[in-house]
């Protein structure tokens, strides 16, 4: 899941606002909700990009104003009568991360912390497993071939509209879910292991 699909279901219902770098403002389309600190003065859950909550865990949108912390690192931090007093323009630098790290109350939380991309490749298999616990839509809704074999609970797998599970394919989710996305085609003879993530209109096929 992306951030925003991530914040949309763990924040239903509320806007999801970006301060972002001026090479990532591309990757935005919704123009209204992005760099602009000053629609937020009514207060406001920042939550850093860097920061995967796995495991159901999140940090509650209302209550104090508080930092939360990952170690020496600021993972989240609440606003909301002294967001004035903060220079929130992005992006927000290490002067004033600090600030607000000194200016709040802070609190421990479990998280982890990307700070290299090749860090996503070890905690893919978690974020999967966590981000299959918040998608809405879970079972089979394209095609399973009787001739596919599940091995495990057949409610950690998800085959999206239009997708296309041959046979002699099997789908191993003992360890973790297996998440195949709208029009995908599995050919066999395949196995595919959980936790495992597969995206729209891909063709897995076996040569």
Same mark, same amino acid.
Request: net charge negative.
């Given at each position: ?5 991530? $914040? ?7 806007? &999801? ?13 919704? /123009? ?11 207060? $406001?859950?920042? =939550? ?15 209550? @104090? ?6 170690? @020496? ?22 002067? =004033?991360?600090?600030?607000?790290? !000194? $200016? ?7 998280? /982890? ?7 996503? =490749? ?8 966590? @981000?299959?616990?918040?998608? !809405? ?10 001739? $596919? ?6 409610? /950690? ?11 002699? &394919?099997?789908?191993? =989710? ?25 995206? @729209? ?7």
């Amino acid at each position: 899941m992306s951030f925003r699909e991530r $914040a949309s279901k763990l924040y239903m219902g509320v806007p &999801v606002h970006f301060l972002l770098r001026d090479y990532l403002t591309p990757l935005e389309k919704e /123009s209204s909700r992005l760099n602009n600190p000053q629609s937020l003065r009514g207060g $406001a859950l920042f =939550v850093n990009g860097r920061a995967l909550f796995l495991k159901g865990a999140s940090i509650p949108l209302e209550g @104090d104003e508080r930092a939360y912390l990952c170690g @020496d690192e600021l993972v989240a931090f609440r606003l909301s009568g002294s967001i004035r007093h903060f220079n929130l323009e992005p992006p927000l630098g290490a002067r =004033v991360l600090s600030q607000l790290k !000194e $200016a709040l109350p802070s609190e421990e939380v479990a998280a /982890s912390v990307v700070r290299y991309p090749w860090e996503l =490749v070890n905690l893919s298999s978690s974020a999967i497993a966590s @981000d299959f616990e918040l998608l !809405e839509e879970k079972g089979i809704e394209g095609h399973l071939d009787p001739g $596919a074999e599940i091995v495990g609970d057949e409610r /950690s797998l998800r085959v999206g509209k239009g997708s296309r599970v041959e046979p002699c &394919v099997l789908l191993n =989710v003992e360890k973790g879910p297996i998440c195949i996305g709208e029009d995908v085609l599995i050919r066999g003879p395949s196995a595919i292991d959980g936790p495992c993530f597969i995206g @729209d209109r891909l063709s897995l096929i076996h040569i």
